[in-house]
């Protein structure tokens, strides 16, 4: 039966430009096209079961695309991007939260995509380079997908089962992230080199790197009085202020 209710939809701009993403996916189109909320997402924000796998803003997400694109194609920036648009397809522009004991309200329409060196990337390639600064060796690395850190997180909580205090979060997260040294692609020899041959001040140099690289949104914010952000705080409260209180619905 033909759907009575045609659901109004916005095109969501992401930070990307769609650089990353192969030209055969929709996604190198840089942008997506986004229904606003109904009642059965405000279902998914409530489900305990996604709530307690920690997926409950990915699933939203997701209920909430239109186009056609498998959402863990995604690098985390266009889904940062998404996610601040869902908000406001949601509930409105204005965000009001409390940081450091004083009362916030941010205009989320005004949040801007970090503006990216499109001369960094190749387009439809998810690759770069970078020599790390003490040793010479050329890496590439790529920028992490919503697959990637489900594959990463599943590593992780592997590692755990086999050491409770395992805290190996950072090198597992280099092993994906980095595609080859020197020409190297071989997945052994690059875990091998993030164990034993990455030094820790070539390691920073490439996350600060790919901070600069990395394509976002900009979810920051001046607190009174300060000369430096810090980030706005993002949780089930961004969506639904009021979400244990079944009471004020």
């Given at each position: 039966m033909e759907n009575k209710f045609k659901m109004p939809t916005e095109m969501v701009e992401l930070p990307s430009l769609g650089l990353v993403y192969p030209e055969s996916s929709p996604l190198s189109s840089g942008q997506i096209e986004m229904k606003y909320m109904t009642a059965r997402e405000e279902d998914i924000l409530t489900n305990q079961n996604y709530i307690s796998k920690g997926t409950v803003l990915d699933e939203l997400v997701k209920?909430?695309?239109v186009s056609d694109v498998n959402y863990d194609d995604l690098i985390v920036g266009d889904k940062n991007a998404l996610l601040v648009a869902a908000r406001v397809l949601g509930y409105g522009k204005d965000y009001k939260f409390t940081?450091?004991?004083?009362?916030?309200?941010i205009d989320l329409t005004t949040?801007?995509?970090?503006p990216i060196d499109t001369k960094l990337f190749?387009?439809?390639i998810n690759e770069f380079n970078f020599t790390l600064p003490s040793t010479g060796i050329n890496v590439t690395f790529k920028l992490l997908t919503g697959k990637d850190e489900k594959q990463i997180r599943a590593e992780i909580d592997s590692l755990k089962k086999i050491n409770k205090n395992s805290s190996a979060e950072l090198s597992t997260r280099l092993k994906y992230i980095i595609?080859?040294?020197n020409g190297d692609?071989?997945?052994?020899?690059?875990?091998e080199f993030v164990?034993?041959?990455?030094?820790?001040?070539?390691?920073?140099?490439l996350r600060e790197y790919i901070k600069e690289v990395q394509p976002d949104v900009d979810l920051t914010f001046f607190p009174n009085g300060s000369n430096e952000k810090v980030t706005i705080p993002i949780g089930l409260s961004f969506f639904w202020p009021d979400i244990w209180d079944s009471t004020s619905i």
């Open positions: 209920s909430l695309i940081w450091g004991g004083e009362d916030y309200n949040i801007e995509n970090i190749r387009k439809g595609t080859s040294i692609r071989d997945q052994k020899d690059i875990r164990d034993n041959a990455l030094l820790a001040r070539d390691s920073r140099a």
